[in-house]
């Protein structure tokens, strides 16, 4: 039994991402769970930095006092496990570009997320190998349309249509879908902690680890952290990193008390420490509206 958090390197984590390993460290060790962390390289592996910045979001979140079990596991040396993951499945060449898909699908859905229309699905063998000389096709699961329905420990029964959806990207690298899945399958993972923009993802997902021989696992997603105007919090809403914050003189202990105070575990300057919020923590009471931030400038 596992729980996980696993951050993209795409920039150092603001106070958002630190509430939500917070709790995701706070429902594993409440649970009995092991805590791994994953990072999620795939997008980023041409990106110089990245290397960097994972290793920058690995010291965050020690100096707030969460521990793992185990070494960091990088998606980035795990490529040769996804394609015996795509070979298992029933899936076909997709040579669809965005702006094909956009012209042919139905309106996105409410996070931007356009269902595929199917195009590609039934090319005969000629017209594909007339399309692959002009374009690397990306590979897509065959779904039928199949409707699942995942239970989140704060959402409810949240059910969504599964499109034929991407597994594998025209640069033949595995999709961020495929390797999630994949990834919380051979980690044992049980328990998915993550921000609530990925809750309509997780249908998908969960169908598609039953698809693997997987067992689903239980889903919590967090409201995301907004600013004062209620967008979601970035970099440009002043301190919100632990970096910023601590040259502005607030201590990673005191980013923690103010993490466990946004829950409701800690007064205003009360020190803490995550053994302490531990004894407190109840997932009932962590609050579902999103996190407003008034950050420091
Ligand atoms: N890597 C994803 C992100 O940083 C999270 C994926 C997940 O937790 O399933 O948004």
Redesign the pocket.
Known sequence: MAGR????PTSDLHLGNLRTALVAWLLARSSGRRFLLRI?DLDTQRVTAAPQVAARQIDDLQAIGLDFDGEPVWQSERLASYPAAVGRLDTYECFCTRREISEAASAPHSDGYRPYPGTCRDLTEPERSERRRRRPPAIRVRADAAVETVTDLWAGAVTGVVDDFVVVRNDGVAA?NLA?VVDDIAQGVDQ?V??D??LTSSPRQAWLTRRLGGAVPGYAHIPLAVNAAGQRLAKRDGAVTLTDLCCAGVTAAQVLTRLAQSLGLAGPDEPVTPAILLERFDPALVPRAPWVVSAER
């Open positions: 958090f696993a951050p993209s999620e961020y999630v998915v993550r921000g923009d990925l």
